[in-house]
């Protein structure tokens, strides 16, 4: 499944380098985008755990930067 | 006044805060230096006389002030696992110089620190909100009539086939045909053409352009996912994806770079105090120069950003790039091929000249008035020509029989006479006599009652800028513009020889078209170097994809065509090619430009600190200062304002 979701107080490029890095690491995650310009978040990843990736991403994002947050 | 009341409350606050510590920062100034403060003999926060705490104090509650934040930050994330982010380093940092004394500095570097945030902060959501502005040609509604009245629904809910209407003022939110209204529409968010287009029934409207004055019924034609304006957006977002190579390598440089330097400061805060046995106050501060200047973001925020630019300014002109890397391919583009139907030429049969034989009598009037008759139920490209010369309306029932005779022309009867209009076949297959003829283009002879008139040369006319087009990329530096066709090679000779191109190859059939630009890539002695190709039809397409670049003709081209391309220019203009390159060159260059001044910089200071006289000042000019420049400098990429000097 994928989905896009925007993202806010995205302010640091690097982070969001990182940030890509990390999810990219998590099982079931097929393939993943953090869109610095356009602050979105392109997630491709096995449906059934979808929710659970999805809370891994936003705590793995605060890790970076805490007031990211991801707009489901 | 008015960017201020554009801030959110968080930067407004912010902005407060470094108004006043910089204030309270200048006025303290001269009372801390005026009282000459004794710093010779290793003062420090640990041996303070007591005149100084007062100092000490006044000056933690202005360091709070503009940076409690960042400590905050840096707290919170070392608890999570992240430490030697910019927050860590500025904290670190700032601590440091504290602790050696140095209160102004300490509170100098966070306020410089705030103070480029901030307009780190405003120049990237500058070139968002451009990049936002870019992406606003998405259609929010389109409306139908529904039971007598009408209704907006979302463009996503309307099928093919439906109707749908556009007042004056609103955007067309599908492609389609119009079927009934008449207007002028504004194409120039999709081709960046300023003039608008006049539409009339059955010409068809791609979504995306604004309708300006009049009532339009549409059918739609594709659905809303298929439409011109959602294919563009996907487009423009996802062409971020394919990287570039100068991007990759700032990815990859950042992953090596910030564990180096970090690496670095250490060595150089333990290493020289150690050997020299120094004071390890000196060597500290440079350390901590290291750690302010060793985040990559100069480089990490400003390339994506130029690139991006790059590609939101060039689909602002109506070319659209589907990738980082081709802005790359384009800016090192030596060498152009072209195709000729279609891409060099209108791909439309117009009559050019028109030759009565003059023992028989007739004008050239009337010569094109018994073609037009005799062609007017023939649906091929040349009777669209012929009629469209005449211009006059025909009457249909003058036509008794009209007969297409596949390969040679027609046999009509108009009006009780009998008229042949076709190729030299047909002449020969009814034994009519016709002189012979080397004339350019395709000819149509016409006969009367079996009787010779005189023919009609047809020739597919040249666009109107592909002169201009080809002047243009001689003058921007590319060496060699050719031509593949399958035309004969009188006709390819003249068109060449009209728009002063390098060579041409004729007679080609489409295989062959693959074959001799394989033979031109093998042919490369540079491989930077690229050959760029320029097609527009099904043909083209493996052409296309076997080019270092490949560019479409958006607006007449094939979707296999532009599927295979990696340029694509919305308004079939063949000068839009050179603004492409322009473009290109533009972007690569400002990634050049900010790679070297980005890096420059930190090298300088990294030396600076190594030699033990660089600064906190200079080492947050060398992040934050940097970056901003940096920017700045990238959202100079959305601005193709471009110019082509003719000599």
């Known amino acids: 499944m994928k989905r896009s979701f925007k993202l ?15 999810i990219a690491q998590l099982a079931g995650v097929n393939s993943v985008r953090v869109n610095f310009m356009t602050e979105k978040l392109i997630l491709d990843a096995d449906q059934e755990e979808f929710v659970s990736i999805l809370d891994q991403a936003q705590t793995i994002a605060s890790k970076y930067e805490p007031d990211l947050l991801i707009i489901k | 006044m008015n960017k201020i009341k554009n801030l959110n409350k968080s930067e ?4 407060i805060r470094i108004f006043f510590s910089a204030f309270a920062f200048v006025l303290l100034l001269p009372l801390y230096y005026g009282k000459s403060v004794d710093r010779s003999n290793n003062w420090t926060i640990f041996n303070p006389d007591g005149e100084n705490y007062l100092f000490l104090i006044i000056y933690l509650i202005i360091y709070f002030i503009i940076g409690y934040d960042i400590i905050r930050t840096a707290i919170r994330n070392i608890f999570k696992g992240t430490i030697f982010d910019e927050n860590f380093l500025m904290t670190i940092a700032t601590i440091g ?8 500095e300490g509170i100098a570097v966070m306020l410089f620190y705030q103070v480029g945030e901030f307009f780190q902060r405003q120049a990237v959501n500058k070139s968002r909100k451009s990049i936002a502005e870019l992406m606003e040609i998405a259609p929010e509604y389109a409306n139908i009539m529904l039971n007598g009245e009408l209704t907006q629904v979302d463009p996503y809910e309307i099928s093919v086939d439906d109707e749908i209407i556009v007042l004056p003022g609103e955007r067309i939110p599908l492609d389609g045909t119009v079927l009934t209204g008449s207007s002028a529409i504004d194409t120039s968010a999709l081709t960046g053409e300023s003039l608008p287009r006049d539409v009339f029934p059955d010409d068809q409207v791609i979504s995306g352009c604004i309708n300006l004055s009049g009532k339009l019924t549409l059918k739609v034609e594709k659905e809303y996912d298929d439409s011109t304006v959602a294919k563009i957006l996907e487009l423009v977002e996802n062409a971020s994806d394919q990287k570039a190579e100068s991007e990759v390598f700032a990815t990859t440089f950042a992953r090596y770079y910030t564990p180096i330097v970090v690496l670095a400061a250490l060595v150089i805060a333990i290493l020289p105090p150690l050997i020299y046995k120094q004071a390890f106050s000196i060597w500290l501060k440079q350390s901590l ?29 109506g070319i659209l790039v589907k990738g980082s890397n081709y802005l790359e391919y384009l800016a090192k583009t030596k060498k152009i091929i072209f195709d000729k139907t279609g891409t060099l030429t209108k791909g439309n049969f117009a009559v ?27 649906n091929h490209p040349i009777a669209a020509g012929i009629i469209a010369a005449y211009g006059k309306s025909i009457d249909p029932d003058l036509i008794e029989n009209a007969e297409e005779i596949s390969g040679h022309g027609i046999l ?22 016709f002189p012979g003829n080397n004339e350019f283009g395709t000819i149509v002879y016409v006969a009367l009652n079996n009787k010779y008139l005189g023919y009609l040369a047809i020739e597919d006319q040249v666009k109107t800028d592909a002169g201009r087009a080809i002047k243009d990329l001689h003058q921007i530096g590319i060496s060699e513009i050719s031509m593949f066709t399958g035309d004969q090679d009188l006709t390819a000779n003249k068109i060449s020889g009209q728009l002063g191109l390098d060579k041409y190859q004729a007679g080609l059939l489409p295989a062959e078209k693959v074959e001799h630009l394989e033979k031109a890539l093998t042919e490369k002695t540079d491989a930077n170097e690229l050959i760029a190709y320029v097609g527009d039809g099904i043909n083209d397409a493996p052409v296309l994809a076997r080019a270092d670049i490949g560019i479409a003709m958006g607006g007449m081209g094939s979707d296999a065509a532009i599927e295979a391309a990696d340029v694509v220019i919305m308004n079939d203009q063949p000068s839009k090619i050179a603004e492409a390159i322009l473009i290109g060159r533009k972007t690569f260059r400002i990634v050049k430009q900010n790679i070297i001044f980005a890096l420059g910089v930190k090298f300088v200071i990294i030396i600076l600190a190594i030699l033990g006289i660089a600064n906190m000042w200079l080492a947050v000019f060398g992040d934050v200062g940097v970056t901003i420049i940096a920017v700045f400098n990238a959202m100079r990429a959305l601005n193709p304002r471009l110019s082509i000097r003719h000599t």
């Open chain 2, 412 to 433: 009509a009867k108009i009006d009780g006479n009998t008229v042949l209009s076709g190729n030299a076949k047909l002449m020969q297959k009814f034994k009519i006599e």
């Open chain 2, 12 to 15: 407004k606050i912010l902005l």
């Open chain 2, 97 to 104: 110089a504290f602790l050696i004394g140095e209160y102004p």
């Open chain 2, 289 to 317: 120069v290291f750690l302010v200047v060793s985040c990559p973001c100069a480089l990490v925020v400003s390339i994506p950003l130029t690139f991006f630019g790059g590609i939101g300014g060039a689909s602002k002109a």
């Open chain 2, 352 to 378: 050019s000249q028109i030759c009565p034989l003059s023992s028989s009598g007739i004008s050239g009037e009337t010569l094109l008035e018994i073609a037009a008759y005799s062609e007017y139920y023939s």
């Open chain 1, 8 to 22: 806010q107080n995205l302010g640091c490029a690097n982070c969001a380098a990182k940030i890509e890095n990390d």
